[in-house]
Structures are given as structure tokens and as C-alpha cells.
């Protein structure tokens, strides 16, 4: 009897990588905006270690987004290499597929985080502080409609505040500082 | 039945469950290929006099290869590397873990170093670390709460660097669960009555929260069922060795739910009342199982509503009007606590502010809330909890739960 | 809930069921340090865009897969010997298997070989033999499946052996990969995991923990089953029905099979009606013995097959009625479904009254335990699928 055996390698998915290697670069500069811009993320910062470096992102070789908070008590983004960072916080998903699934909002984070699509590695407390910056952080990058998919509560904000502050953290997340 | 988009259920752990459960150990580590077992367990559990009736029960068909008994409250790593070294000093072969959350997870952690070999704990922390089968470990639970027997975790403290240390992997889920009847026989009524009472919240937070599926919501309902018939049995009668043995079965069912689902917001305030004000982890679930269920009733009123069936009977359910069978297992459990606090004598409290620690003072001041409510913030369960809380939603919350009010719903906020 | 004195139980199977959940494979075989799987899929896989989903999964992984196609047609020793070969040249950790009955009993013959290196699976005896861990084993679950995929129990060629070391660590279903629409597959399947389920929950002590499978075999293939007539049967229909035949595996596990899984056996043996059809037209029979032996039927039960809101209202008296009732009609509207091609009763698969003596012969040698009674009363009253009130 002959059976045919064939070899398949591990393969790449370069579409879905690319985006979300732009949607992870953008959400990154937009926290380290928001640390600068609003006065809750700047509270929740001030509070973590100094050094505190968290990353999010895709298991294994995936894109990843690395921020750390330095002496000025800002997050600073420090790209996409997890290595940028020593032993970061890291919240990650399980497959390049899941964060794809999130990134383009056909399922809520907490939803994802549910159906046991990311893995959390370090200090729980942290976490939970990295989870409430980032969904202030969406709610402020994006439009009510896809924020409220990736929150559990949508907030009810002063409408003034909410439009002066994303204004300076689109402008902020486009140029970097 | 509730199917989710994506959900995953699994339970490595066997369930050996018995009135003579214990007697069983030999073959299953023969079975295992282990011939000297290690006895791991706390001085409260020692004291008690349960570690010799586990000697007993199983001396004459194999060799304990030691005994320790020294195991802290909280996990560390100190412990583990003393009782690793033990282990290898007295050339055992296998783990017998009997006690708590904190002696179970002392064992998962020495059985790493003695498998893989190694006397750096720190070296496998996290999730997926470990990559291997390890040596036979058995969980022999004495409450009826936790549920931790049936966890691939364990959370093991950093005395150095003063912080809490998780691993997780497949391998660290114990061979198996020994329920035996006689560990839970003496147990005081508080405690019998609180760990019951954090085994129904497991149930009830597993299926009324974020990551529920149709396995683990078939468990909780079946342990919230056992509860709710065999607790005021047990408290009437503390020698039912039937109930007692139905209550550690709930309790492990109850474990394999919230395993798989998690919990919520219950868990997440307790777990800061109880780092914040050293409440046991029992009474804050009794306490604030009521807030949870009312905090988050806009969001899963319709599955509340599912646990009339265990709580009351289905002709009970079939009776109460839709929108009224929420409210009714609110209230049922209102009772139960009153009920419980009455069959403890008070010892067993019902809001917060009746709480009292060893001195008698009051355990939880009202002016402690808003650093419970810090503790809370930093605490993991909310993820799975359907509904946010932000500082004032807490506040709102714990304000209801100290006086002993229901919680006035009018007062919680939602999204527009 | 009755509770029994003595509960023994352990189900080592991972269920990753739904949207993406190929994709959650590499992670889960990270976790158990598993690198290179070979997979063994059934010769649809390729024509059935199945064997893409799952290397579009396993991409951007590091799990490198190896992958034969073994013929359909019997197992044999050469076969399994052919590829325990393979496994060890090809330097594979893992055996990954897509596709359901007889290639899963192979993958767990091929893995007793890799595992203990003992040629001959035969020699670890029929019950609980084999006492060692075998390599990681990971099954991606069809609709059309016999029911004993996830289950620890092999029979093939002569070959009977039963182990909880068998069940597969990991049991995949997946939009992409649950199998084309074949409603017989669906329906046959359906009925065996509604009977696997249905047996567990019936009995004077059940226990609770097997309850968990059980409950949800019975309310995954009613709802599988109730929706089987439309044409093509849908998606949903075949990824309940194929997590149902997971529950059923995972119900057996490894232990013997029950009565009502022997006696279908014996029937099917006479080559009138398949195994899955026998169940079917012995189930409502089952559930009326089993009540007038222990004076009910557990509410559980009745809220499975009918659902909550439904079963709720009915007092304890009736629910066997009611139970028994609910499965005869199920059984009317798949007679009528399938033009009468699917037996409602023993006389629609040519069964005469004087055939069931033989039956009922056959049946007491499978076990010899004196149940041959029962099975006799379970026979007539499936002869003609009446609900007999009176039990014998
Ligand atoms: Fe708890």
C-alpha cells in the first residue's frame, strides 16, 4: 500500500498582517496621545511603575503595539517589536485571525476576551488599568457607532470635551508626539 | 440552551467522589505508575485531624513518603522550594495534596521543580510555560467552595518582590479530585455555610456572566440544584454525610463552570473586601451575590430568571410570571442568607457592616469603601462581567451592600 | 437529584467549538508542546475545500503539518503499522485527524503503537489496558460521525479495546470543516447522540457530572434534528449535530456501553435498519421502562428535549408520558421527512413479532446480566411504537 505523504510549512497571511500592523500602530500612537491629552488616561497612567511597559498584540511572531510609561509620566510608543520593551505586560491574541476579527469590529473586545481569544501574561491589576486606557482610547479614535462595539458601556461625555480632545489626539496620533 | 459564536469547555481533572473515596488513592497512583506519595497540607487541616484519616485510610497499601504540613495561608515561593526539597530528600514519587486553594496551588508549584527538575519557580510563570506531563498530583478538597481542584492554575506569592505569580498550563490541572465525605463532616456551620455559599456564586456567576456556554451552564445549574436543597440540610443536621458529600460534588461542578465561564463583578468586590478588609472569601459571595445579580439585571434579567428551576422547582418557575422570576431568585437568595444567618447563630453576616474580624470589632468600615473600590478596580473578574463599573458604579454598589438595602435599580447607569 | 454513593469521572476532552475555532488549534497545540502533527483526513477533505480551511488556520503558526489520506475501506495492522511509520520517520509529535468513524478508530490504533511501542494493539486487552498517556491527539469533528469518535473505544478488525487514554485531548468544530450537507449523515448521527444522551440521564442515580455531556447531546441533536428538514441542511444543524456526537463520545468515554447501546447493536445486526436507527425506534421504549422502573423521569431531561419554557409546567407524574411522547414525534416527523426511508418502529424496518425472540437472544450473549427481560419489553413496545403505560 502507498500512501502519499506531503509536508505543508507554516505559511504567512500578508493581508491581514499589514492591517493590522497599521491598525496596532495607529492605536498606538493614539494611547501615547491620550496620555498626554486626556485627563483620566493621564490619572490611570500616573499610577502605574515607572518603567511599566505593556504590549498588545498577536501570539508568537505577530504584530505588536509596545508602549512603556517614562520619567515624564507619558506612555511613549516604542513600535511594534516586543523586544523593545523589558518583560512587558503583554495582552495577545491567540492567532492573527482573532485579532483580525476584533480589529475590524465583528467582534467586541470584551466579547473576544470572553470567547477566550486573547491571553493575558503579568500583573492582573495592571491589565485591568491597560483595558480602561484602551477603551477610552477607542471611544475618542473612533466613531460612536464602532466604539460602541468595542466597549461594554458606552460613556456619556461632555459633547465639548469629547470633540476637543479627539481632535488633539487624531492630530497627535498622525504626527507622534 | 445559550450557544455562543466561539466557546471552549474542557475538564482534565477525574472526579473520584465517595463516603469512602479516600481508600481509592492506592491504585489510582498505582495506576499512575507512583509508589511514595507526598502529603501536602496546612496546619489548620493537620490539626483537624484530616491528614490521619487520609494515613489511614491508605497506609497499609502503600508508603507515605512524607508529610508536610506547613503550608501558609498564601502560597509562596519559599514554601514550595522547602517542600520541593523535601520531596526529593525523601525520594517521593507523586503528590497528595488535601486542603485548600492555597495548599493545592503550593503542590501544583512544587510539582513543577520536582518534574521539570528545576529550583527556579520563576522560570515557568505564566500561561503555557509548562509543556509536559508532570508527576501524579490528587487533590483531596476539604471545604465544599473553591472549586479549585478542578483549575489549571495556581497563583503562588513573590515574598521578595511582593507580588502574586500565575502559572497555567494543561499539565497543572491535578490527575485527580478525591471528594470524600469525612473531610467535610466537621466542618463549623459559618464555614460550611459560606464555602456553600461561594460555590453557588461560582454556579450562578458562570451563568449569568459574559463567557457562559451550554457545558459549563448545564454544570451550574446542577450545582446550584444540590446547593440549594442539601445547604439547609447539612446546617440542620451537620452528621449528613449524604448532603455533606452532595455539597462537595456541587462545589467541584460548580468549579468546572467557573473554570470554563469565569465570574463577574460578585467576585471581583469580594476579592477586594477581602484583600482590603480580611473578609473571608465565603462571606463576601453570600453578601454581595444579591448586588451582582440586581447591578447587572438590565443585561441578563432573562438568565437570573433560568436559576428559579434549581432554586425553586420547575412548577415554581412554570408559576412565576416572565418578568418576575428574576426578582423571586433575588429574593430567594436574600432569604437563604437570612436563613443561614439564623442557623449560624449571627455569626454568619448578611450586609457588610455586620461583619466582625477575630476581635469583634467591625471589620468593615464605611469609610473603607472607597479603597475596597480601588482594590476592586485592579481586580481581573470584571472582565467577564456584562456591565462596566467605574469608581461612583462601585461606590453605588458597596453604599447598598454595607446598609443591607436592595439595590435601588433606578440608580444604575446604562449606556445610551 | 439522586446522587449515587460511588461517582467516578474524567473526560480529558477540550470541546473548541465555533466561529475561527481551527485557528485556535496552534495555540492549544503550543500549550502542549506539540510542533508538527501528522493529520490523517478522509479523501473529501481536499474536494470539500476542507484541508484549505485548516492550512489557512495553521498559517501564520509555527505548526508544521504532514499529511496522508489512508483509504477508506477496512482497517488493517499494515495499515496502522504503515503509518506508525510514517509518525516516527517524519519525526511528528501529534496526531491531528480530520473526519469521523473509521479514521478515528485508526488514528487511536496508530497512537497506541507510537506511544507504547507495542506492535500488536490487541495485546492491551479489551478494558482499560493500556495505562500510559498516549502522544497528544486532536480530532476535527464532522456532522457525519458515528458517535464514537471522541468516545475511548476502538473496533476494528477483530480488534475491541476500551481506555479514557484514547479520547482525543482536543475536539475541533468548525464552520469550515463540520462536512457537506448530507442530511442522512446528519440525521443518523442526530439519533445516536439523542440516544447516548437520553441513556445517561435515565436511571434511578444519575451523575451529575456526566450529566453535563448528556443534557447537551439530547437538547444539541433535538434542536439538530428539528431542523434537519430543510434542504440543504444548514450550517447551524450540522455544527450542533456534530458537538452532539462529541457529547456522545465523551458520555461513553471508557467505559462499557449501556443496555440500550447493546440492544441497538443486536438489532442492527439483523441488517434491517442501521445502528442509529435503532436507537431511534427504541428510545421512547427506553425512556417508559426506565420510568415505571424508578417512578420518573428527571425534569433535566424534559427540559432538554422539549425545552424550559415548554416542560416547566408539567407535574412529575407526566413527564414520562410527555418525554416519551416528544421522542415518538420527532420519530413521525422524520418518517415523513424522509418519505418513510427512516423506521418510526420495528415494523417499518419488517420486523414481525415472532423475529424478536432471536433479538432478544443475541442480546442477553452480549452481556449475559439478566437484562434480557427488559429488553424484551423494550422490543414489543418498539414493534409497534406504542407508548405502553403499563411497562410490561
Ligand atoms: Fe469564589
Redesign the pocket.
Known sequence: MALTYREIKPGRKPFKRTYLTVMLWVMGRAVQAASRVDREVMQEVSELPDGFAFALGIVARGPHMVLAKREDGRLHYLGQQLDAAESPLRLEFKHLESGFLTFTFQEKTPVAVARDRLVVDGEAAYACAVVRILDRVQVYLLPKPLAKLAVKRYPRWPFIMKCYNRTRIYWRTLLGY | MHMPAYFEYGCGVKIVAGHDALEHIPEMLARLGAKRPLIVTDPGVAGAGLVDILTAAIKDRITIGGVEDGVPPDSSIQTVVAIAEAYRRQTCDALIAIGGGSVLDTAKGVNILVSEDSDDLLAFRGSGTVKRPLRPLLAVPTTS???SETTLVAVIKDETRHRKMAFASPFLIPDAAVLDSRMTLNLPPVITASTAM?AM??AIEAYTCLAKNPLSDVGALNAVKLISRHLPQVMATPEDAEGRLALALAATLAGMAFGNSM?GMV?NI?HALGGVCGVP?GSC?AMLLPYGLEYNHHKNGHLTADLLVPLAGADTYARTPPERRADTVIHMIRELNESLHQACEGRYPRFLKEVRNAGGAQAVPRDALPRVVRAALDDAAILFNPEDLDYDDYILVLEHAWDGRPLDRSLIRRGP | MQLPDQLEFSCPVKLLYGRRALEHLPYEFGARNVRRPLLLSDEDAVRENRMRALTDALRASEIELGAVEPPAQGIDLDLVHELAAIYRDRDHDALLVMGGGALMDLAKLVNIVVSTGQDDPAGFGASNGIAQRLKPMALIAPAAASGGEASGHVKADRIELQSIHLMPDLAVIDERTVGAPDQKAVLNAGLTALAFGVEAMLGAKRNPMVDIYAANAVQMAMAALQSAAEMPVALTTRMLTASATVMAGCILAGKAPGKLHRLGTCLAATGRLSFSEALGVLLPAAVTLEAHKHGRVPARLLSALMGLERSSGTPVGQRSLLAATALMSLLNDLYRLTEGRLPRNLRDAGFEPDDLAAVCAAFDETAGDGDQDAAMVMLQQALDGKPNQSGC
Do not use: S, Y
Request: net charge negative; charged share 10%.
Open positions: 467552595g473553591t472549586g461561594d456564586t461560582h465570574v467576585h469580594g472569601h459571595m
